[in-house]
Structure formats: C-alpha cells, structure tokens
C-alpha cells in the first residue's frame, strides 16, 4: 500500500501545475485533504496521466483511516438506455414531472473531460473509465429544467432524488451514492453509503455539479468525491 500511495502521490504531482479547479471549487476549509486526483485540461499528457491513477480509482485511498483522499470524475448521461415511468402517462417520455420514477446510465470519465455549458460531446465516446447507473424519482417539472438550462433567476436548484453507483472498469470497484440530484447549472452534496472491493471500507460525501448537456441533450456532471476508510467494529 505505501508504494501505490508513493505512485499515486507521483502521479498527482506530475499533473499539479495544469489543474486547481476542481479542488479549489471543493470546500478550501477542510484541512485534512491531504491528496486530489482533479480536473485537468483537455491535452493528451495531462489526460493521459490522470487516466492512469484513476484505472485502478481504489488507489487513491490512503492506508491511514483517518486520511481523506479526493478524487474527481465526469459523467455523461446517455439517452439510449434511459427509461421513465410517468405519472402522468399522456405526457410522453419527452417530458417529465414531479413523481416520475427512471433508471439513467451514463458513462464515467476522467475529471476534467467534458466542457460546461451546451456541448457536442457524444456519451459512448471512447476514453471512459466507467460505467454509471441512477434510479430516481423527478423532484421538479421539464418547464424548470428548461429554465435552469437558460440560466433563468428563478430556476429550481433541484432536478430531483436519486441513487447512484459508480462503476470502474478495470478492477470492478463500484461507489454508491443517495441525495439531490442537481438541476442544470447547479451542484449538491451528496452522502456515499459505501462500495465494493477497493472501496468496501469507505464513507463520505461527493459534490456533485451538473455541468451542462451533452449531444443527447442530458446532462454531464462534474463528480468529486471526498472519502475516507474506516474500520469495521467487530464488537
């Protein structure tokens, strides 16, 4: 563990001097962050370098349990699998109000991938690094998500409550997360119940910034997680 904590540390000093947004946008009070894996700019080095501490994303967990390790992703929603039971069914799946229920994947990619604001990016691009499934239930209408798209004062901050898990290609380790999920152009704190193999041990919160939206014309949101280990009470 020492050694891939000595790896990780490497990798993130390798990529400093071309980040400091995401950790700067975290919450600068908390003195026990001792370690970011953040957003980085859009050249081939620095995603490269970033790519590869986030293969293997349990890494970034130091040994010490009382140590917080931060790590960001990005995540593009992809309208091809999405679906979503209607409260009011003669709306059509165009549309959505509050209490309906729906299932969205998504795919996972490096901190620092996707641009803000109304984008082109294609959700099954290649370089994803993960796999992301919510279920949730809408908290707000389709009129207020429009109006959070066009930056209109008196836009809802909140797009409704949903479960998330973060799943990681290379060694299947998986994140999940419960909370508000924020409406266009805002973010919300979110609590993480736990996860599997590297990430078993784990507890949290991750800020959760909706970014903007993609060709598909959902969302792509901006992920950082703040977490620590904790022992198991075996009393």
Not at 18 to 35: I, M
Not at 51 to 76: G, I
Not at 87 to 93: C, H, I, L, R, T
Not at 187 to 201: I, K
């Amino acid at each position: 563990m020492k050694k891939t904590m000595e790896l990780t540390r490497s990798l993130a000093g390798r990529v400093y001097r071309v980040y400091n947004a995401a950790r700067a946008s975290w919450n600068s009070s908390r003195p026990r962050t001792r370690l970011a894996v953040a957003a980085v700019p859009l050249t081939t080095v620095a995603i490269s370098v970033l790519a590869a501490a986030l293969v293997f994303p349990s890494q970034v967990l130091a040994n010490n349990d009382d140590e917080v390790s931060t790590f960001t992703v990005d995540v593009a929603y992809d309208i091809v699998n999405y679906k979503q039971n209607d409260v009011k069914p003669s709306e059509g799946q165009n549309v959505f109000s509050p209490g309906d229920t729906f299932i969205q994947y998504g795919t996972i990619y490096p901190g620092g991938t996707l641009p803000r604001g109304k984008a082109n990016n294609d959700p099954n691009a290649p370089g994803g690094i993960g796999r992301y499934i919510g279920r949730g239930a809408f908290t707000t209408d389709f009129a207020n998500f429009e109006k959070a798209v066009e930056g209109l004062p008196d836009a809802s901050p909140e797009l409704g409550f949903v479960t998330e898990i973060y799943s990681f290609h290379e060694d299947r380790t998986s994140i999940l997360t419960d909370g508000v999920l924020p409406n266009a152009h805002f973010s919300a704190r979110r609590v993480v119940l736990g996860g599997t193999g590297g990430f078993r041990d784990i507890v949290g919160e991750i800020k959760e910034e909706n970014i903007g939206e993609n060709k598909t014309g959902l969302c792509n949101l901006r992920v950082t997680f703040l977490v620590k280990k904790v022992k198991a009470d075996m009393h």
